[in-house]
């Protein structure tokens, strides 16, 4: 990948990434001129990573803070970018995610409440939170998206947190990434996977000892038989959360 910089405001020219994505619009769903227009583009890039936008699709997401990558690893967050295996690429990404690098400012109470806030805002109306974990300097939600593109909302919640957390945090400058991860949920046994990755994703990084444990997750929201009631619903009690 030649002239990489996540932090510029162009993305690098990547023709390795160019020939999936368009191997992947050969083979794979193809948006209508009715679906362009409402934003949604099938198979395309940013210059880092594939994406897939199509309305009515559940997609598994990752997107984490500006400084999660240190820079001096800069070259290892390159070398996963560049292969093609996109599975393997968020396995690495998210082990590394899960060592809790940078100032995690998603650490702080009131930061991870607002962004809990903002994500859960617009729930059953543009689109349906299946699952969402708050992690110190990254998060993965189990979006099942409706007539608003995942691109364009995921920039609402970048766009709104960011301003929000800078104001709590006191800070300025870049607070998220530019780019996300998504992955298309293929079937239900690919849904109850994904689910249980994010609400699992707490207890597995030695934050919590249950999923319920950790408030700032949908696994706390969820009702005695394990659904994920509207977003209007306050959570079961608990009196149990470990604040961090």
Not at 117 to 131: F, I, M, V, Y
Not at 152 to 178: D, H, P, S, V
Not at 223 to 230: A, G, I, Q
Request: charged share 30%.
């Amino acid at each position: 990948m030649q002239g990489f910089d996540p932090d510029r405001g162009n993305p690098p020219r990547n023709p390795g990434l160019l020939k999936l994505i368009r191997a992947k619009r050969e083979r794979h769903w193809k948006p209508s001129p009715e679906d362009l227009k409402r934003g949604f583009r099938g198979w395309h890039q940013r210059g880092y990573l594939p994406h897939f936008d199509a309305p009515d699709v559940r997609q598994f997401l990752t997107f984490q803070l500006a400084d999660a990558f240190p820079v001096k690893r800069r070259g290892e967050w390159q070398s996963f970018l560049a292969e093609n295996a996109t599975s393997a690429n968020r396995r690495k990404i998210e082990a590394w995610l899960d060592r809790g690098c940078g100032e995690c400012w998603l650490r702080r109470p009131a930061a991870a409440d607002a962004v809990q806030q903002t994500l859960r805002s617009g729930d059953g109306r543009n689109h349906r939170l299946l699952a969402w974990v708050i992690m110190p300097n990254h998060i993965h939600a189990v979006v099942q998206v409706g007539e608003i593109p995942l691109s364009r909302l995921i920039e609402r919640w970048k766009g709104t947190t960011a301003r929000r957390c800078n104001e709590l945090l006191a800070r300025q400058g870049k607070f998220w990434q530019a780019d996300y991860f998504d992955t298309l949920i293929r079937d239900e046994s690919h849904l109850k996977r994904a689910i249980r990755y994010v609400e699992q994703n707490p207890v597995k990084a030695g934050l919590a000892t249950t999923t319920r444990q950790w408030r700032w997750s949908s696994a706390g929201f969820r009702d005695e038989y394990e659904l994920l009631p509207p977003s209007n619903v306050d959570p079961p009690n608990q009196a149990n959360v470990i604040e961090h």
